[in-house]
């Protein structure tokens, strides 16, 4: 699987274009704002897009998902049904941030533990890894080893728990029980910041230390 990095918005979010290298079919992965350089960046690439993919249903994530689903005419999947209370929250959000309204957004498909994504030739397998949001997932393929994790770990970080029905134990137990077993050879690209591997995290993230506390 092939990718490209877009970061976009005040927040610096990595928007992510992901494709099969045989067919040349992508998905968007959390377009988070400025459509106009998105849209840029696909054409660039030279790849049809087919779908919309979000990790979860924070504004910085999917301020643009709805402008490029109607654009291309492609479908918004996921997150994980959870997160609905975000999605039907994004004119607060909006606010909050002092940014223009974004309407509430429902997904043509929510995503579940164990469900599937097919990008062209590539099968993304889908976790679901609460703690920074409730219905936060991510999309693993196993073949090419990466991982688009969204905002649940960073280079030397995690995701925030400390919004709406955040948990920081049940954050770092998705991490431990389901991210790091996937290997240490994963890359993976998180929601901000730059890329790492799950084993530089294994043995460098502090808040992924035995001593570390989990609360």
Excluded at 85 to 111: H, I, N, V
Excluded at 154 to 169: A, I, N, Q, T
Aim: aromatic share 8%; charged share 20%.
């Amino acid at each position: 699987m092939n990718y490209r990095i877009i970061p976009v918005t005040a927040f610096s979010q990595n928007c992510s274009l992901i494709w099969c290298e045989q067919t040349k079919l992508a998905a968007l992965v959390d377009p988070g704002g400025d459509a106009e350089r998105i849209k840029q960046d696909v054409a660039a690439s030279g790849v049809t897009l087919m779908q919309i993919l979000l990790t979860h249903g924070h504004l910085d994530h999917v301020g643009a998902a709805a402008e490029l689903a109607e654009f291309y005419s492609v479908p918004i999947v996921g997150p994980e049904k959870e997160d609905e209370f975000w999605l039907q929250g994004l004119p607060a959000q909006s606010r909050m941030f002092g940014l223009e309204d974004c309407q509430p957004l429902t997904p043509d498909r929510w995503l579940s533990e164990g469900d599937k994504v097919s990008v062209g030739n590539v099968s993304l397998e889908v976790l679901h890894c609460p703690g920074h949001t409730p219905g936060h997932i991510v999309f693993f393929d196993p073949l090419s080893r990466l991982l688009v994790s969204g905002d649940v770990i960073f280079k030397g970080g995690v995701g925030r728990s400390d919004f709406p029905r955040g948990d920081h134990g049940q954050l770092i137990e998705a991490i431990k029980r389901k991210l790091l077993p996937l290997g240490d050879d994963v890359t993976f690209i998180p929601g901000h910041g730059p890329m790492s591997t799950l084993g530089h995290e294994r043995l460098h993230n502090p808040f992924l230390q035995d001593e570390m506390p989990v609360w």
